[in-house]
């Protein structure tokens, strides 16, 4: 079976020249004033560093650790999540759903490729990849498998599919023998996979 696309790139590869190629259009942007360099380092700064699952993470541990912002959170989680400084562009409404030992939860975009970047960041490429939109939805035990989760029979799956309006974020069950832990170690253990669903802690 080819693995290869129409235009003979493999699949699910960057084409090499994809930095000379990205250099080339920032250049020509910035010369024709269409962006201004500040601005643009402002963009790479929050995308590189302000965004990502870290802050996912400190949601999560503030949620294990206080059990009222944990209500808030799952009541309300826009502004239980606007409350930690986590709010912007593709995060205006995020509903967050908890796992227990009988339900797990795994979120997805089967039009494309929603995700609540403010608190995950921006979305790993098999989230985007239409094997995963597909899939998940019709056989989410089999791929939950393949990401190495196996889940006991009589836990039941439940699949969230975000939209333009709404994202989700899975609040993971706290894991065995964290007991003695404080908020910012509890953070450390938290994985984007496990946001998203794809993963237990
Ligand atoms: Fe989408």
């Known amino acids: 079976m080819s693995n290869t696309g129409r235009n003979g790139q493999p699949h699910d590869t960057e084409p090499k020249d994809i930095d000379l190629r990205i250099k080339a259009l920032e250049s020509i942007l910035l010369d024709k ?4 360099a500040q601005g643009l380092n402002e963009i790479i700064e929050t995308y590189e560093n302000r965004i990502g699952p870290h802050n996912g993470a400190q949601i999560v541990a503030r949620a294990w650790t206080k059990s009222d912002y944990k209500k808030w959170l799952l009541n309300d989680g826009t502004a239980a999540i606007a409350s930690l400084g986590f709010t912007g562009i593709e995060g205006a409404d995020v509903v967050v759903v908890e796992n227990t030992p009988n339900v797990h939860n795994v979120i997805v975009c089967t039009l494309c490729s929603c995700y609540p970047w403010p608190i995950l960041g921006l979305p790993p490429r098999w989230y985007k990849s239409a094997a995963y939109r597909a ?15 196996v889940l006991e029979e009589q ?10 309006e709404v994202r ?3 609040l993971p069950e706290r894991p065995p023998g964290s007991e003695g832990l404080d908020e910012k170690s509890l953070a450390e253990l938290v994985t984007r996979d496990s946001m998203i669903g794809v993963a237990r802690l």
């Open 33 to 36: 004033g269409l962006v201004d």
């Open 135 to 149: 899939r998940v939805v019709m056989e989410p035990r089999s791929v939950l498998a393949e990401f190495g989760l």
């Open 155 to 164: 836990c039941e799956v439940r699949v969230w599919d975000s939209t333009a």
């Open 168 to 170: 989700y974020m899975v």
